[in-house]
Protein backbone atom coordinates (compact mmCIF):
# COMPACT_ATOMS: atom_id res chain seq x y z
CA UNK A 1 0.00 0.00 0.00
CA UNK A 2 2.71 2.20 0.61
CA UNK A 3 4.38 1.46 -2.46
CA UNK A 4 1.07 3.00 -5.01
CA UNK A 5 0.88 6.06 -2.42
CA UNK A 6 3.17 7.87 -5.11
CA UNK A 7 1.46 6.80 -7.81
CA UNK A 8 -1.87 7.75 -6.33
CA UNK A 9 -0.23 11.20 -5.32
CA UNK A 10 1.03 12.00 -8.86
CA UNK A 11 -2.56 10.49 -10.09
CA UNK A 12 -4.24 13.16 -8.06
CA UNK A 13 -1.78 15.94 -9.06
CA UNK A 14 -2.13 15.14 -12.15
CA UNK A 15 -5.79 15.64 -12.00
CA UNK A 16 -5.42 18.80 -10.32
CA UNK A 17 -3.45 19.89 -13.17
CA UNK A 18 -6.04 19.04 -15.55
CA UNK A 19 -8.98 20.63 -13.73
CA UNK A 20 -6.90 24.21 -13.17
CA UNK A 21 -7.79 25.39 -16.44
CA UNK A 22 -10.96 25.27 -16.37
CA UNK A 23 -12.72 28.52 -16.64
CA UNK A 24 -15.32 29.35 -13.77
CA UNK A 25 -13.97 33.36 -13.87
CA UNK A 26 -15.20 33.25 -17.60
CA UNK A 27 -18.25 30.99 -17.79
CA UNK A 28 -19.06 30.02 -14.67
CA UNK A 29 -20.76 31.77 -11.02
CA UNK A 30 -17.92 34.56 -10.74
CA UNK A 31 -18.38 35.76 -14.17
CA UNK A 32 -21.80 36.16 -14.43
CA UNK A 33 -21.97 37.97 -11.12
CA UNK A 34 -19.31 40.27 -12.12
CA UNK A 35 -21.33 41.01 -15.61
CA UNK A 36 -24.63 41.72 -12.79
CA UNK A 37 -22.50 43.99 -10.99
CA UNK A 38 -20.57 45.94 -14.00
CA UNK A 39 -23.88 46.28 -16.27
CA UNK A 40 -25.83 47.67 -12.81
CA UNK A 41 -23.27 49.91 -12.92
CA UNK A 42 -23.30 50.50 -16.48
CA UNK A 43 -26.91 51.82 -15.75
CA UNK A 44 -26.12 53.63 -13.08
CA UNK A 45 -23.53 56.20 -14.67
CA UNK A 46 -25.91 56.11 -17.60
CA UNK A 47 -29.00 57.10 -15.67
CA UNK A 48 -26.90 60.24 -13.77
CA UNK A 49 -26.71 61.88 -16.81
CA UNK A 50 -30.35 60.88 -17.91
CA UNK A 51 -31.39 62.44 -14.96
CA UNK A 52 -28.76 65.12 -13.47
CA UNK A 53 -30.71 68.20 -15.66
CA UNK A 54 -33.98 67.18 -15.26
CA UNK A 55 -34.95 69.16 -12.07
CA UNK A 56 -32.65 72.71 -13.15
CA UNK A 57 -34.03 72.44 -16.67
CA UNK A 58 -35.48 76.28 -15.32
CA UNK A 59 -32.30 77.39 -14.17
CA UNK A 60 -31.03 76.13 -17.49
CA UNK A 61 -33.60 77.89 -19.22
CA UNK A 62 -32.74 81.36 -17.68
CA UNK A 63 -28.79 80.44 -18.12
CA UNK A 64 -28.86 80.22 -22.22
CA UNK A 65 -32.16 82.60 -22.74
CA UNK A 66 -34.57 79.69 -23.97
CA UNK A 67 -37.97 80.77 -24.22
CA UNK A 68 -40.53 77.52 -24.57
CA UNK A 69 -40.97 74.56 -22.47
CA UNK A 70 -40.99 72.66 -26.03
CA UNK A 71 -37.53 73.92 -26.86
CA UNK A 72 -36.23 72.69 -23.79
CA UNK A 73 -38.22 69.34 -24.17
CA UNK A 74 -36.13 69.05 -27.33
CA UNK A 75 -32.62 68.25 -25.00
CA UNK A 76 -34.41 65.44 -23.84
CA UNK A 77 -36.05 64.50 -27.51
CA UNK A 78 -32.71 64.74 -29.60
CA UNK A 79 -31.15 62.22 -26.71
CA UNK A 80 -33.32 59.94 -27.45
CA UNK A 81 -33.69 60.20 -31.35
CA UNK A 82 -30.00 59.54 -31.34
CA UNK A 83 -30.04 56.82 -28.77
CA UNK A 84 -33.42 55.44 -30.57
CA UNK A 85 -31.75 55.81 -33.83
CA UNK A 86 -28.87 53.43 -32.62
CA UNK A 87 -30.73 50.53 -31.10
CA UNK A 88 -30.89 47.99 -34.13
CA UNK A 89 -27.73 48.91 -36.08
CA UNK A 90 -25.76 48.27 -32.83
CA UNK A 91 -27.38 45.40 -31.77
CA UNK A 92 -26.38 43.87 -35.10
CA UNK A 93 -23.26 45.19 -35.38
CA UNK A 94 -22.91 43.46 -31.84
CA UNK A 95 -24.19 40.35 -33.28
CA UNK A 96 -21.51 40.36 -36.31
CA UNK A 97 -18.17 41.68 -34.78
CA UNK A 98 -18.69 41.54 -30.85
CA UNK A 99 -20.53 43.30 -27.74
CA UNK A 100 -17.17 44.27 -26.32
CA UNK A 101 -16.29 46.38 -29.68
CA UNK A 102 -19.17 47.87 -29.10
CA UNK A 103 -19.86 49.06 -25.42
CA UNK A 104 -15.96 50.54 -25.38
CA UNK A 105 -16.32 52.76 -28.36
CA UNK A 106 -20.04 53.86 -27.64
CA UNK A 107 -19.26 54.86 -24.17
CA UNK A 108 -16.25 57.19 -25.24
CA UNK A 109 -18.61 58.94 -27.39
CA UNK A 110 -21.14 58.91 -24.62
CA UNK A 111 -18.47 60.50 -22.07
CA UNK A 112 -17.56 63.23 -24.82
CA UNK A 113 -21.08 64.38 -25.65
CA UNK A 114 -22.03 65.10 -22.00
CA UNK A 115 -18.45 67.34 -21.94
CA UNK A 116 -19.94 69.27 -24.33
CA UNK A 117 -23.10 69.55 -22.58
CA UNK A 118 -21.03 70.79 -19.50
CA UNK A 119 -19.04 73.83 -21.90
CA UNK A 120 -22.09 74.16 -24.11
CA UNK A 121 -22.37 78.37 -24.21
CA UNK A 122 -26.03 77.59 -26.19
CA UNK A 123 -28.84 75.56 -26.14
CA UNK A 124 -27.72 74.74 -30.14
CA UNK A 125 -23.78 73.24 -28.61
CA UNK A 126 -26.29 71.71 -26.00
CA UNK A 127 -28.61 69.95 -28.08
CA UNK A 128 -25.68 69.34 -30.01
CA UNK A 129 -23.70 67.37 -26.99
CA UNK A 130 -26.85 65.81 -26.11
CA UNK A 131 -27.41 64.25 -29.48
CA UNK A 132 -23.92 62.71 -28.89
CA UNK A 133 -24.63 61.12 -25.82
CA UNK A 134 -27.48 59.64 -27.00
CA UNK A 135 -25.39 57.78 -29.72
CA UNK A 136 -22.98 56.81 -27.32
CA UNK A 137 -25.75 55.09 -24.73
CA UNK A 138 -27.71 53.56 -27.91
CA UNK A 139 -24.47 51.24 -27.96
CA UNK A 140 -25.06 49.52 -24.55
CA UNK A 141 -28.86 48.03 -24.55
CA UNK A 142 -28.35 45.20 -26.81
CA UNK A 143 -25.10 44.06 -25.83
CA UNK A 144 -25.12 44.06 -22.42
CA UNK A 145 -28.47 42.80 -22.07
CA UNK A 146 -26.67 39.98 -24.88
CA UNK A 147 -23.99 39.43 -22.86
CA UNK A 148 -25.99 38.87 -19.54
CA UNK A 149 -28.72 37.18 -21.00
CA UNK A 150 -26.12 34.35 -22.58
CA UNK A 151 -24.16 34.52 -19.36
CA UNK A 152 -26.59 34.38 -16.43
CA UNK A 153 -28.08 31.39 -15.92
CA UNK A 154 -31.78 30.94 -17.18
CA UNK A 155 -33.14 30.20 -13.63
CA UNK A 156 -31.63 33.37 -12.15
CA UNK A 157 -32.44 35.38 -15.23
CA UNK A 158 -35.53 37.83 -13.98
CA UNK A 159 -34.24 37.99 -10.42
CA UNK A 160 -30.35 39.33 -11.79
CA UNK A 161 -31.57 41.54 -14.30
CA UNK A 162 -33.88 43.12 -11.97
CA UNK A 163 -30.49 43.65 -10.01
CA UNK A 164 -28.67 45.11 -13.38
CA UNK A 165 -31.71 47.35 -14.23
CA UNK A 166 -31.69 48.66 -10.60
CA UNK A 167 -28.65 50.55 -11.69
CA UNK A 168 -31.53 52.85 -13.27
CA UNK A 169 -32.97 53.26 -10.01
CA UNK A 170 -29.33 54.60 -8.15
CA UNK A 171 -28.43 56.90 -11.01
CA UNK A 172 -32.14 58.37 -10.69
CA UNK A 173 -31.65 58.82 -7.45
CA UNK A 174 -28.33 60.63 -7.81
CA UNK A 175 -29.21 62.54 -10.80
CA UNK A 176 -32.29 63.44 -9.54
CA UNK A 177 -31.69 64.36 -5.72
CA UNK A 178 -27.82 65.40 -6.35
CA UNK A 179 -28.20 68.54 -8.86
CA UNK A 180 -31.70 69.62 -6.99
CA UNK A 181 -29.58 69.70 -3.94
CA UNK A 182 -26.21 71.31 -5.61
CA UNK A 183 -27.60 73.41 -7.50
CA UNK A 184 -31.01 74.88 -6.47
CA UNK A 185 -30.26 74.17 -2.41
CA UNK A 186 -26.59 75.27 -2.55
CA UNK A 187 -26.78 77.53 -5.73
CA UNK A 188 -23.96 75.52 -7.52
CA UNK A 189 -22.91 75.94 -10.78
CA UNK A 190 -24.80 73.25 -12.91
CA UNK A 191 -21.92 72.90 -15.30
CA UNK A 192 -19.26 70.92 -13.22
CA UNK A 193 -21.74 68.47 -12.38
CA UNK A 194 -21.76 67.14 -16.27
CA UNK A 195 -18.42 67.10 -15.98
CA UNK A 196 -17.70 64.86 -13.13
CA UNK A 197 -20.12 62.41 -14.49
CA UNK A 198 -17.82 62.59 -18.10
CA UNK A 199 -15.33 61.15 -15.66
CA UNK A 200 -17.38 58.34 -14.15
CA UNK A 201 -18.58 57.26 -17.86
CA UNK A 202 -14.48 56.94 -18.73
CA UNK A 203 -14.10 54.64 -15.54
CA UNK A 204 -17.12 52.44 -17.19
CA UNK A 205 -14.91 52.80 -20.24
CA UNK A 206 -11.97 51.19 -18.56
CA UNK A 207 -14.51 48.40 -16.22
CA UNK A 208 -15.58 46.94 -20.02
CA UNK A 209 -12.26 46.82 -21.20
CA UNK A 210 -11.23 44.60 -17.89
CA UNK A 211 -14.09 42.67 -17.03
CA UNK A 212 -16.00 41.53 -20.06
CA UNK A 213 -14.24 38.45 -22.08
CA UNK A 214 -16.12 37.68 -25.48
CA UNK A 215 -14.24 34.97 -27.65
CA UNK A 216 -12.60 36.08 -30.96
CA UNK A 217 -15.08 36.85 -33.40
CA UNK A 218 -13.87 34.13 -35.93
CA UNK A 219 -15.11 31.50 -33.61
CA UNK A 220 -18.49 32.96 -33.08
CA UNK A 221 -18.81 32.95 -36.93
CA UNK A 222 -17.54 29.83 -37.35
CA UNK A 223 -19.93 28.44 -34.41
CA UNK A 224 -22.69 29.89 -36.13
CA UNK A 225 -22.18 28.35 -39.84
CA UNK A 226 -23.00 25.22 -37.94
CA UNK A 227 -26.21 26.40 -36.19
CA UNK A 228 -29.51 25.80 -37.64
CA UNK A 229 -30.68 29.76 -39.11
CA UNK A 230 -33.78 29.48 -36.83
CA UNK A 231 -31.50 30.32 -34.04
CA UNK A 232 -30.45 33.54 -35.96
CA UNK A 233 -32.18 36.60 -35.53
CA UNK A 234 -34.50 37.17 -39.30
CA UNK A 235 -37.42 39.35 -40.24
CA UNK A 236 -39.86 36.21 -39.31
CA UNK A 237 -38.15 35.88 -35.41
CA UNK A 238 -38.00 39.84 -35.07
CA UNK A 239 -41.69 40.28 -36.64
CA UNK A 240 -43.35 36.96 -37.67
CA UNK A 241 -44.73 36.00 -34.14
CA UNK A 242 -47.53 38.12 -32.51
CA UNK A 243 -45.67 37.42 -29.06
CA UNK A 244 -43.11 39.20 -30.30
CA UNK A 245 -45.05 42.60 -31.62
CA UNK A 246 -47.50 42.47 -28.81
CA UNK A 247 -43.53 42.70 -26.95
CA UNK A 248 -43.10 45.78 -28.89
CA UNK A 249 -46.41 47.47 -28.40
CA UNK A 250 -45.82 47.00 -24.57
CA UNK A 251 -42.77 48.29 -24.56
CA UNK A 252 -43.55 51.65 -26.46
CA UNK A 253 -46.54 52.52 -24.07
CA UNK A 254 -44.48 51.79 -20.83
CA UNK A 255 -41.56 53.42 -21.35
CA UNK A 256 -43.82 56.55 -23.00
CA UNK A 257 -45.28 57.00 -19.31
CA UNK A 258 -41.98 56.58 -17.95
CA UNK A 259 -39.97 58.96 -20.07
CA UNK A 260 -42.88 61.80 -19.21
CA UNK A 261 -42.32 61.53 -16.02
CA UNK A 262 -38.34 61.22 -15.78
CA UNK A 263 -38.37 64.59 -18.00
CA UNK A 264 -41.05 66.43 -16.68
CA UNK A 265 -42.12 65.55 -13.20
CA UNK A 266 -39.54 68.01 -11.64
CA UNK A 267 -40.97 70.64 -13.55
CA UNK A 268 -44.85 69.76 -12.69
CA UNK A 269 -44.06 69.74 -9.26
CA UNK A 270 -42.17 73.02 -9.12
CA UNK A 271 -44.36 74.93 -11.28
CA UNK A 272 -47.79 73.58 -10.35
CA UNK A 273 -47.69 71.99 -7.35
CA UNK A 274 -45.35 74.28 -5.24
CA UNK A 275 -42.79 71.76 -4.56
CA UNK A 276 -39.61 74.01 -3.68
CA UNK A 277 -35.44 73.51 -3.62
CA UNK A 278 -34.17 69.51 -2.77
CA UNK A 279 -37.68 68.60 -2.19
CA UNK A 280 -38.24 68.21 -6.05
CA UNK A 281 -35.40 66.16 -6.52
CA UNK A 282 -36.50 63.89 -3.16
CA UNK A 283 -39.77 63.62 -4.93
CA UNK A 284 -39.16 62.50 -8.17
CA UNK A 285 -36.39 60.65 -7.16
CA UNK A 286 -39.44 58.47 -4.86
CA UNK A 287 -40.07 56.38 -8.29
CA UNK A 288 -36.79 55.09 -8.73
CA UNK A 289 -36.51 54.25 -4.74
CA UNK A 290 -40.04 52.43 -5.06
CA UNK A 291 -38.55 50.32 -8.49
CA UNK A 292 -35.95 48.37 -6.82
CA UNK A 293 -37.92 46.49 -4.42
CA UNK A 294 -40.62 46.07 -6.94
CA UNK A 295 -38.51 45.13 -9.60
CA UNK A 296 -36.31 42.22 -7.40
CA UNK A 297 -40.25 41.09 -6.01
CA UNK A 298 -41.49 40.88 -9.80
CA UNK A 299 -38.91 39.56 -11.27
CA UNK A 300 -37.89 36.46 -8.58
CA UNK A 301 -42.02 35.58 -9.21
CA UNK A 302 -41.89 35.13 -12.79
CA UNK A 303 -38.74 33.40 -12.31
CA UNK A 304 -40.58 31.44 -10.39
CA UNK A 305 -44.05 30.86 -12.55
CA UNK A 306 -42.59 31.14 -16.06
CA UNK A 307 -45.55 30.78 -17.55
CA UNK A 308 -47.25 34.03 -16.52
CA UNK A 309 -44.99 36.54 -17.24
CA UNK A 310 -47.64 38.53 -18.89
CA UNK A 311 -50.27 38.07 -16.62
CA UNK A 312 -47.88 39.67 -14.07
CA UNK A 313 -47.07 42.43 -16.59
CA UNK A 314 -50.67 43.14 -17.86
CA UNK A 315 -51.86 43.47 -13.79
CA UNK A 316 -48.45 45.95 -13.02
CA UNK A 317 -49.52 48.24 -16.24
CA UNK A 318 -53.31 48.35 -15.08
CA UNK A 319 -52.28 48.90 -11.49
CA UNK A 320 -49.37 51.71 -12.96
CA UNK A 321 -52.01 53.59 -14.75
CA UNK A 322 -54.25 53.60 -12.24
CA UNK A 323 -51.58 55.20 -9.35
CA UNK A 324 -50.27 57.63 -12.46
CA UNK A 325 -53.99 58.99 -13.03
CA UNK A 326 -53.89 59.60 -9.29
CA UNK A 327 -50.62 61.34 -8.69
CA UNK A 328 -52.19 64.19 -10.81
CA UNK A 329 -55.66 63.97 -9.93
CA UNK A 330 -55.41 64.03 -6.31
CA UNK A 331 -54.42 67.29 -4.89
CA UNK A 332 -53.25 66.94 -1.74
CA UNK A 333 -49.11 66.62 -2.26
CA UNK A 334 -49.03 63.86 0.64
CA UNK A 335 -50.80 61.19 -1.82
CA UNK A 336 -49.03 62.67 -4.54
CA UNK A 337 -46.18 61.25 -2.98
CA UNK A 338 -47.77 58.02 -1.97
CA UNK A 339 -48.78 57.45 -5.98
CA UNK A 340 -45.49 58.35 -6.85
CA UNK A 341 -44.32 55.23 -4.78
CA UNK A 342 -46.97 53.03 -5.65
CA UNK A 343 -45.94 54.04 -9.57
CA UNK A 344 -42.74 53.34 -8.99
CA UNK A 345 -43.13 49.79 -7.14
CA UNK A 346 -45.16 48.92 -9.87
CA UNK A 347 -44.28 50.65 -13.22
CA UNK A 348 -41.82 50.36 -15.73
CA UNK A 349 -38.45 49.19 -13.65
CA UNK A 350 -40.53 46.30 -12.12
CA UNK A 351 -41.33 44.86 -15.42
CA UNK A 352 -38.30 46.08 -17.09
CA UNK A 353 -36.81 42.55 -16.09
CA UNK A 354 -39.77 40.67 -16.65
CA UNK A 355 -40.02 41.61 -20.53
CA UNK A 356 -36.29 41.23 -21.20
CA UNK A 357 -36.25 37.67 -19.42
CA UNK A 358 -40.05 37.36 -21.68
CA UNK A 359 -38.34 38.07 -25.06
CA UNK A 360 -34.66 36.05 -23.95
CA UNK A 361 -36.82 33.45 -23.74
CA UNK A 362 -38.73 33.36 -27.59
CA UNK A 363 -35.48 35.02 -29.05
CA UNK A 364 -33.21 33.03 -31.32
CA UNK A 365 -29.83 32.46 -28.87
CA UNK A 366 -27.63 34.09 -31.58
CA UNK A 367 -29.61 37.29 -32.60
CA UNK A 368 -29.89 38.35 -28.78
CA UNK A 369 -28.29 41.46 -29.40
CA UNK A 370 -29.97 42.42 -32.69
CA UNK A 371 -33.79 41.56 -30.98
CA UNK A 372 -32.86 42.86 -27.93
CA UNK A 373 -31.95 46.05 -29.95
CA UNK A 374 -35.43 46.24 -32.03
CA UNK A 375 -37.30 45.24 -28.79
CA UNK A 376 -35.99 48.68 -27.08
CA UNK A 377 -35.72 50.69 -30.32
CA UNK A 378 -39.62 50.63 -30.26
CA UNK A 379 -39.78 51.09 -26.49
CA UNK A 380 -37.40 53.88 -26.69
CA UNK A 381 -39.44 55.48 -29.55
CA UNK A 382 -41.78 56.97 -27.13
CA UNK A 383 -38.86 58.46 -25.07
CA UNK A 384 -38.32 61.05 -28.34
CA UNK A 385 -41.86 62.05 -28.50
CA UNK A 386 -42.77 62.14 -24.90
CA UNK A 387 -40.58 65.12 -23.95
CA UNK A 388 -41.65 66.94 -26.91
CA UNK A 389 -45.42 66.27 -27.12
CA UNK A 390 -45.67 67.22 -23.28
CA UNK A 391 -43.64 70.38 -23.56
CA UNK A 392 -46.38 71.22 -26.35
CA UNK A 393 -48.72 70.79 -24.33
CA UNK A 394 -47.48 72.42 -21.85
CA UNK A 395 -47.24 75.39 -24.01
CA UNK A 396 -50.37 74.86 -25.50
CA UNK A 397 -52.61 74.93 -21.68
CA UNK A 398 -50.29 75.99 -19.32
CA UNK A 399 -50.43 72.59 -17.91
CA UNK A 400 -48.45 69.31 -17.92
CA UNK A 401 -52.07 67.35 -16.43
CA UNK A 402 -52.88 66.64 -20.04
CA UNK A 403 -49.78 65.15 -20.71
CA UNK A 404 -50.19 62.38 -17.98
CA UNK A 405 -53.68 61.49 -18.90
CA UNK A 406 -51.89 61.10 -22.76
CA UNK A 407 -49.26 58.85 -21.17
CA UNK A 408 -52.19 56.89 -19.11
CA UNK A 409 -54.42 55.87 -22.57
CA UNK A 410 -51.49 55.15 -24.42
CA UNK A 411 -50.14 52.71 -21.14
CA UNK A 412 -53.99 51.15 -21.44
CA UNK A 413 -53.81 51.05 -25.18
CA UNK A 414 -50.68 48.83 -24.72
CA UNK A 415 -52.00 46.79 -21.87
CA UNK A 416 -55.07 45.63 -24.23
CA UNK A 417 -53.29 44.90 -27.27
CA UNK A 418 -50.26 42.90 -24.47
CA UNK A 419 -53.65 41.08 -23.09
CA UNK A 420 -55.76 40.14 -26.68
CA UNK A 421 -52.53 38.90 -28.53
CA UNK A 422 -50.99 36.55 -25.91
CA UNK A 423 -54.77 35.40 -25.43
CA UNK A 424 -54.59 34.19 -29.25
CA UNK A 425 -51.70 32.37 -28.89
CA UNK A 426 -50.53 31.34 -25.68
CA UNK A 427 -46.27 31.52 -24.97
CA UNK A 428 -45.13 28.15 -24.54
CA UNK A 429 -42.64 28.76 -21.54
Known amino acids: MANNLPT ?25 KKVVILFCLGWTVIWIYR ?81 LAGLGQGTYYGPAYSISSSTIPAEKRGFSTAIINSGSALGMAIGYIGSSYLVKGLGWDWRPLLVVTTVLIIIMAIAFAKVIKEKPVSNNVAANKEKDTDDKATMKTLFGDIRMISAYVIYFAICYGYYMIVTWLPSYLQMERGF ?19 ALLFSRLSDKFKN ?15 TLYLTVAIQSN ?34 YSTTFGVFNF ?52
Do not use: C, H
Request: proline share 5%.
Open 8 to 32: TLYKEQKKMKVQTPTTPKQGGLEYW
Open 51 to 131: TILNPILPEIKIQLGVESDASMGLISSLFFLAYTSMQIPSGFMADKFGKKIMLIPGFLIFAFGVFTVGIAPSLIFLLVGSF
Open 276 to 294: QGAAIGFASALVAFASVPG
Open 308 to 322: KKIMVVIILQVIAAV
Open 334 to 367: ELLMLFLIMYGFFGKLAVDPIMISYVADIAPKQG
Open 378 to 429: FGMMSSVIAPFVTGLISDATGSKVLGFYLAIGIIIVGTVFLFFANLRKRPAL
